[in-house]
């Protein structure tokens, strides 16, 4: 059972706001992951980390940052929420070096800017 | 071009019986790995089962099973004795090059299984 937990599970919030959504991992992976996905669309890919002080930017451009200060947390945040910002985010977790490892989900932020 | 596509329309099957979800893909990469993962309504990712391209042996895992056709390159995923349970998003991905330099997934777009009583 994979142990990586994302918070809040909803959130609804207005224009404007600064928002941080939070995903921890208790496996101790190396690699993290950031994805948004649109109602009944494919995952996009927004950030990963392979390590502590490394992110990079994914195949999707998007409007929030990442940090990677301890190996177990991997928060995003979005400094000015706009509506085009509702989407669904997920994070993810995999082992280093495991090529058919797969990557560990948490349960996905559900975000709506009004 | 699309490194995954998945352009079954939504899929019904009735209970118990065994269904076929079709993926094919795209890569010039020697070396790479097939992930299949299932997502019900709440949201979550459920990781089911996995195909490496030099494995001589298609996949399974419980119910699932992977129908590997390299040549072809597609990676379809069967289910057998469809329950209830089943209904949801199946998203296949891909993962290029040997791992430790690469693991991102490329997705696909999704099918929609619908399962009846």
């Known amino acids: 059972e994979a142990d990586i937990y994302q918070t809040p599970r909803y959130l609804v919030i207005g224009t404007g706001k600064k928002i941080t959504l939070e995903c921890s991992q208790t496996?101790?992976?190396?690699?993290m992951y950031w994805y948004q996905q649109d109602p009944g669309m494919e995952l996009h890919l927004i950030h990963y980390?392979?390590?502590?002080?490394?992110?990079e930017k994914g195949d999707l451009s998007s409007e929030s940052t990442v940090s990677r200060i301890r190996t177990e947390h991997f928060p995003l945040t979005l400094e000015s929420a706009r509506p085009s910002h509702t989407s669904q985010y997920l994070c993810?977790?995999?082992?280093?070096?495991?090529?058919?490892?797969?990557?560990?989900f948490g349960d996905g932020t559900r975000l709506s800017i009004l | 071009a699309q490194k995954i596509t998945q352009t079954q329309p939504g899929m019904f099957v009735q209970e118990k019986e065994a269904v076929t979800l079709d993926c094919t893909y795209d890569?010039?990469?020697?070396?790479?790995?097939l992930f299949w993962y299932k997502q019900p309504s709440s949201g979550e990712m459920i990781f089911l089962i996995y195909?490496?391209?030099?494995?001589?042996q298609n996949a399974t895992e419980g119910r699932y099973s992977l129908n590997f056709q390299k040549a072809r390159k597609s990676a379809n995923l069967v289910i057998s004795a469809s329950q209830l349970g089943d209904s949801a998003m199946y998203f296949c991905?891909?993962?290029?090059?040997?791992?430790?330099?690469?693991?991102?997934?490329?997705f696909g777009k999704g099918i929609t299984l619908s399962v009846r009583p």
């Open positions: 993810a977790s995999s082992e280093l070096g495991a090529g058919n490892q797969p990557q560990h």
């Open positions: 496996m101790g992976h190396d690699k």
């Open positions: 980390s392979y390590g502590v002080n490394s992110t």
């Open positions: 890569t010039s990469d020697p070396s790479y790995g």
């Open positions: 195909q490496g391209s030099y494995d001589q």
């Open positions: 991905a891909m993962r290029e090059g040997r791992d430790g330099a690469n693991s991102k997934l490329t």
